[in-house]
């Protein structure tokens, strides 16, 4: 084992990266390992999803963000295994010796028992999702646009997310935006304006975390931009053709699921108890329990704080454990006395709706509509990492704000399968169609080009 | 047939566009096609490869370019073939009618008879290509700081470009940027300084289109820069190890090509005659021989213009045949005469090299270093469309020459199948290494952790 205690992160979203950068002074060398190379900053993925802001625009190097902290090293790589007896981790094709291991891997999508949901209504939860929902709701335009059958253009124009929580509701707002507004000049056969944005909430209400003035805004703001908002209405099945509420069917060619997150398999690879969610039940020092040398972070970890609060899966929450970690590594390795029991501070909750309209609690102050977004806005373009991102962000919003322009809008398709059986079912599609434009002519809505 | 004339353009590059933009007032039906939502500015390309850009910021969705022009449509689709008899082309799964047809579906990557090449050394064309070769690049890097073999270290960081035109000057320069100014803070084991980058040209200088002074200029250039010139040297082999000069073998893990480009398949849809370059040998109007209906311009047309000029494939030279073609077209349809056969003007060469360092070559004048390099800068953000793009390509650069920043740099991998290929690849690789590991400690550069 080496002099200087070894300290290895698995994971660089905001509790692993605050904890990393928080360690900067502290006589311990530091290992970050991610899948990726750039911490993305989630709260806004959902725009890259919706064409407003480019990946780059959101996401950060890790080693550029580390690159001035010279006790931490950066390693690209999935951790596939730990094992806490030899004290290793093990990440693609090295093995990471640690002292202390901290286990910061986040969350990803839960569909409830079922996983065959995955496919056909994907999250959001990474900057991968987050093209290849863009890239879904594009080509749904797309396609409505070459398709000549009716029924099939109203299937294609159907989006549905699932899930009113703050991600459901920022979803379903940015899709009518984009379908209300960017969209309707540039096409010629289909109408954006006919697209219908459908959210669902299986709960009696929008935002159970906010108060109940703030969840009835939102509902109404949400309407008032064309969002169909459906309450109390379980999702009791998703398909490629749709989603089904017990016996009302929905048609739809995109569905978005933002209704449940499960933690990613830290408990897994090292065998130790999790609640319901996959998070791992730390102590008060958010230490894994039988293993005072391994930590749990953020989304990974189920926390109930010192004074009996439940912590919630956000980013403040993981920043503040990634935080009070660092004390708890640097006061051991220093040899003084461990620090009090971690304490969680609640600063807010936020959550935007569309141009003009958010809604934001903190403390006993609730805002709305368009001071509520300006205080979103302030507070989304302060803490995005990395001055030129903050610049450009702000830049893109604004120009966006003015002009109701999508910047981002480009189908870069990479998935080649995916590719495949797009086409191959549009083309599907339109044999059906072209046998029964010959025998009669399709309702068109312009005069543009007549193909088909 | 419709009594409103129908213009079907093929392809939304340049010259396409530019086209469709010069129909505007004309009395026609205008519709354009193609496989993408966006026209692409083809010659900032290497700088998305490079991470100096995002896609976005240099593609513009095809139907916001075309929103407020009331005559023209725009198809996403991908051309399989035409019938000219019957006058319509396949595109996926619409027909399309025409009465005039315009060909402009750009060119592709030529390997020289060794297709076996394209997978090993992939091409700059796309946007895709683009964002695969900075997937590429990026990750020799990481593969380098994850590989404990020094031999293998030294081949990871061993760029070659093959190809000494403006493409293959301009890609090798940007990387030795990223190895020499960008990353180098960033590693912790491997040392970026070390990289090689070596760009190979089979002719005996490169931009074998500028005067020779510009050539050596732009050779002493790169060679300050670190890059390593080879010219006279013509490559004999690809593969997954390494390029071959004849008996010289040069042992990398990214190849890039920048050789040579052939046409899009436009001559076989239509059984036309082509030239060695796969391009149709149009008429002095720019029509196809035997089609007086169908055009080919840019790319996909070889020209030698009404003063004997043989016209270049460049995008100046694909506008000025759009708008050419829009005169004869308009001139048919309004019954006018037709227009003088089309003569090109060459406007002059551009080549950037790196940061303060281009030639310019505009009839007598040569302009070189940091001129150079800002008539270049200048002359590209005024040429991209889109008032949004100008502004945040300027931002973007002018953060980037302050701080020697690569903003871009994220690996966003969708290639599930290229990712387990590379991953597979490591593996093993990483397998041998920890072997070897156990009976020499292996030499490491830094004090950073010591894994592996």
Redesign the interface.
């Known amino acids: 084992m080496?002099d200087t205690p070894?300290v290895?992160i698995v994971g660089a979203g905001f509790g692993g990266l605050t904890l990393a950068q928080s360690l900067a002074r502290a006589p311990a060398?530091?290992?970050v390992i991610d899948r990726?190379?750039?911490h993305a900053f989630q709260p806004l993925l959902y725009q890259v999803a919706t064409a407003a802001l480019?990946?780059?625009?959101i996401?950060?190097?890790i080693?550029?963000i580390?690159?001035?902290q010279k006790n931490a090293?950066?390693?690209?790589?999935?951790v596939t295994a730990v094992d806490a007896d030899a004290r290793v981790v093990h990440?693609?094709?090295?093995?990471?010796?640690y002292d202390y291991l901290v286990l910061a891997t986040g969350a990803t999508h839960s569909y409830f028992g079922h996983p065959e949901w995955a496919s056909v209504a994907p999250g959001l939860k990474q900057?991968?999702d987050a093209?290849?929902i863009r890239r879904k709701v594009?080509m749904a335009f797309?396609h409505a646009?070459?398709?000549g059958d009716i029924e099939e253009q109203r299937r294609l124009l159907t989006f549905v997310v699932i899930g009113g929580g703050p991600t459901g509701v920022e979803m379903a707002g940015a899709i009518a935006e984009v379908a209300h507004h960017a969209?309707p000049?540039?096409?010629?056969?289909i109408d954006p304006h006919a697209a219908r944005v459908i959210l669902i909430e299986a709960g009696p209400r929008l935002l159970p975390v906010f108060p109940e003035d703030l969840s009835s805004y939102a509902e109404q703001a949400l309407e008032k931009m064309g969002v169909e908002v459906m309450t109390s209405a379980p999702v009791t099945n998703c398909d490629e053709g749709g989603v089904d509420l017990g016996d009302t069917r929905i048609e739809a060619d995109t569905i978005i699921w933002a209704a449940g997150v499960v933690a990613s398999p830290a408990a897994e690879w090292l065998g130790v108890e999790k609640d319901k969610a996959g998070r791992i039940k730390v102590g008060p020092d958010l230490t894994v329990p039988g293993h005072p040398e391994i930590f749990a972070i953020g989304d990974t970890a189920a926390v109930v704080d010192a004074e009996g609060k439940t912590v919630p899966g956000i980013a403040p929450a993981a920043k503040q454990m990634g935080k009070y970690v660092a004390d708890v590594i640097a006061a051991r390795v220093e040899g003084r006395p461990a620090p009090d029991p971690f304490r969680y501070r609640h600063q807010g909750d936020l959550a935007t709706i569309g141009r003009k309209a958010a809604v934001v609690k903190l403390d006993r102050l609730h805002l709305r509509g368009f001071i509520g977004w300006l205080f979103w806005g302030f507070a989304h373009v302060y803490f995005l990492i990395?001055l030129?991102?903050r610049?450009?962000v702000a830049?893109?919003w604004f120009?966006n704000y003015l002009?109701y322009?999508r910047?981002?809008?480009?189908?870069?398709?990479?998935?080649?399968s995916q590719k495949e059986a797009n086409?191959d079912r549009?083309?599907r599609?339109?044999?059906a169609?072209?046998v029964r434009r010959k025998s009669e002519p399709s309702a068109k809505r312009s005069a543009?080009?007549?193909?088909?």
Chains 1, 2 share one sequence.
Do not use: Y
């Open positions: 080496a070894r290895v060398d530091v290992t990726n190379n750039f480019s990946p780059a625009d996401a950060w190097p080693r550029s580390l690159k001035r090293s950066v390693l690209m790589a999935d990440a693609g094709p090295v093995t990471v010796p900057i991968e093209t290849a594009l797309e646009e070459l398709t969209l000049a540039e096409f010629r056969r990395g030129r991102n610049a450009i830049f893109t120009w002009t322009q910047g981002a809008r480009l189908i870069v398709d990479s998935k080649a086409k549009v083309q599609e339109a044999a169609v072209d543009g080009a007549d193909w088909g």
